[in-house]
């Protein structure tokens, strides 16, 4: 079947410290690799994506890579700032209109 | 400005009461969905539709109903058969055709059954 698993939270961090949230997949097919942020008690919004094998998404320094030899899709941030602190999501599309979801990875970054 | 509205942010309900969560959105989408989320859970999926007229189940569709009368509006209602509506409920919308793969969220609707 079709499923995400990420690193599990909560992730407490220094300003200006080294991200990484780790996300595997399993898929039938090529999926479409997606980072969501979710602020306190807002809906999700995109971060970043990659639609295949090796493509890099980026945005507001965050990136991840598409490693399909490792079924990986790993979000990083080489300094975080307090107001990167949310819940970050890893989802995936396959063929079709069907998204699959991981728990979710809440971050705090204090001063 | 192009979006999805839900509303409303709040809602406190008696227990056994059917209630009925609004999602709008105008971006000409076709797709639109229901999500579950609770906390320290990821989005669970309740309904989805592809189109207007047609909807299918999620994998927690049980307890819930959905219309697609209009491409704008995907409602959903939550009846009292459903266990443990206590939740945060997302909305979203995608476009249609195979580059089209991104969801957009709505605000979401806190639910609170008493």
């Known amino acids: 079947g079709n499923s995400v698993t990420q690193m599990e939270g909560p992730v407490t961090l220094s300003e200006e410290a080294f991200l990484t949230i780790n996300c595997t997949y399993t898929?039938?097919?090529?999926?479409?690799l997606f980072w969501y942020v979710q602020y306190p008690g807002e809906g999700l919004q995109l971060l970043l994506k990659?639609?295949?094998?090796?493509d890099k998404g980026s945005n507001k320094g965050f990136e991840a890579t598409y490693r399909k030899e490792t079924t990986s899709f790993h979000l990083e941030k080489g300094s975080v700032q307090v107001s990167d602190s949310a819940v970050y999501f890893c989802?995936?599309?396959?063929?079709?209109?069907?998204?699959?979801f991981g728990t979710g990875t809440s971050l705090t970054v204090i001063p | 400005d192009g979006g999805i509205t839900q509303s409303p942010k709040y809602l406190f309900r008696k227990e056994g009461q059917n209630v009925t969560l609004s999602c709008e959105q105008n971006?000409?989408?076709?797709?639109m969905y229901w999500y579950r989320q609770d906390p320290g859970q990821g989005l669970r999926l309740i309904y989805y539709?592809?189109?207007?007229?047609?909807?299918q189940k999620g994998d927690i569709a049980e307890g819930y109903s959905v219309s697609r009368e209009k491409k704008e509006s995907f409602p959903l209602t939550v009846t009292s058969a459903q266990k443990n509506p206590t939740a945060f409920y997302l909305c979203?919308?995608?476009?249609?055709?195979?580059?089209?793969?991104?969801?957009?969220f709505g605000p979401g609707t806190r639910l609170t059954v008493l």
């Open positions: 971006l000409n989408h076709d797709a």
């Open positions: 898929a039938t097919g090529y999926p479409s």
């Open positions: 990659a639609t295949k094998a090796d």
């Open positions: 989802a995936l599309k396959i063929t079709g209109n069907q998204f699959y």
């Open positions: 539709s592809q189109i207007v007229n047609d909807f």
């Open positions: 979203a919308s995608k476009a249609s055709g195979r580059t089209a793969d991104t969801q957009y």
